[in-house]
């Protein structure tokens, strides 16, 4: 298994505007799946993206992977005080269990 | 809700205690997980059964005992803590390794060691 890393560890923006975050990885991967986790709880399955496939929608989500680049993003469009909580990549490349990075601090101010 | 549950939510005890950590899925996974996630550090995976069968065991303290005793139900037992193991404990559970529909975690259990 490997742990994505997320960038920008922070990120804080006002409540309507988008906010966009990264993730790199090292080796090929199957799919790769983005989760939310608001502080304290636990976390949130959001979208799952294959990888033969370069960009997916879900709501004001769009994730896009770059599988030659190794890396994957996500977008918030139109953000919300309720999406403040961290967000975290997950590369799977075959292996059953979850390898976490430190993921992004989003915070949506009102 | 999201299918996994974890009882109790919150937990204080002292270092000479015996308690259970308790995670319930009723989602009809054939995975389960238990992860740490200590104050400003990444989540860490602990253990994770298929089948009832213990397939991974991160190099956690024996004061951390799992018990899955079907594919529904997983433990944590957790004997002479020390302070430091005061954490977010979260449960999660897969189907095929995740890879349809991701992973269900559950709200977490907080653990006080005084």
């Known amino acids: 298994s490997q742990q994505g890393e997320e960038d920008p560890q922070a990120l804080s923006i006002q409540e309507g505007e988008n906010a966009t975050m990264n993730c790199s990885y090292k080796?090929?991967?199957?799919?790769l799946q983005w989760y939310r986790q608001n502080s304290g709880r636990g976390l949130v399955h959001l979208i799952l993206?294959?990888?033969?496939?370069r960009e997916k929608h879900s709501g004001r989500l769009r994730v896009t992977l770059d599988t030659s680049k190794k890396s994957s993003s996500l977008l918030i469009t139109a953000s919300r005080a309720a999406d403040t909580a961290s967000y975290f990549c997950?590369?799977?490349?075959?292996?059953?269990?979850?390898?976490f990075g430190k993921g992004t601090k989003l915070t949506v101010n009102p | 809700e999201t299918g996994v549950t974890q009882t109790p939510r919150h937990l204080v005890m002292g270092m000479t205690n015996k308690k259970s950590l308790k995670c319930e899925q009723h989602l009809g996974h054939n995975a389960m997980y238990w992860y740490k996630q200590s104050a400003k550090k990444p989540l860490e995976l602990m253990f994770v059964?298929?089948?009832?069968?213990?397939?991974e065991n991160n190099s956690v303290p024996s004061r951390f005992s799992p018990e899955c005793p079907n594919s529904s139900h997983l433990f944590l037992h957790l004997h002479t803590l020390q302070p430091e193991d005061s954490a977010l404990y979260l449960c999660?559970?897969?189907?095929?390794?995740?890879?349809?529909?991701?992973?269900?975690f559950g709200s977490g259990t907080r653990l006080t060691v005084v």
């Open positions: 080796t090929s991967i199957n799919n």
């Open positions: 997950e590369p799977q490349g075959g292996s059953e269990k979850l390898v």
């Open positions: 999660a559970s897969s189907q095929d390794g995740g890879r349809g529909y991701g992973y269900t």
């Open positions: 059964y298929n089948f009832k069968e213990q397939t």
């Open positions: 993206i294959r990888s033969n496939e």
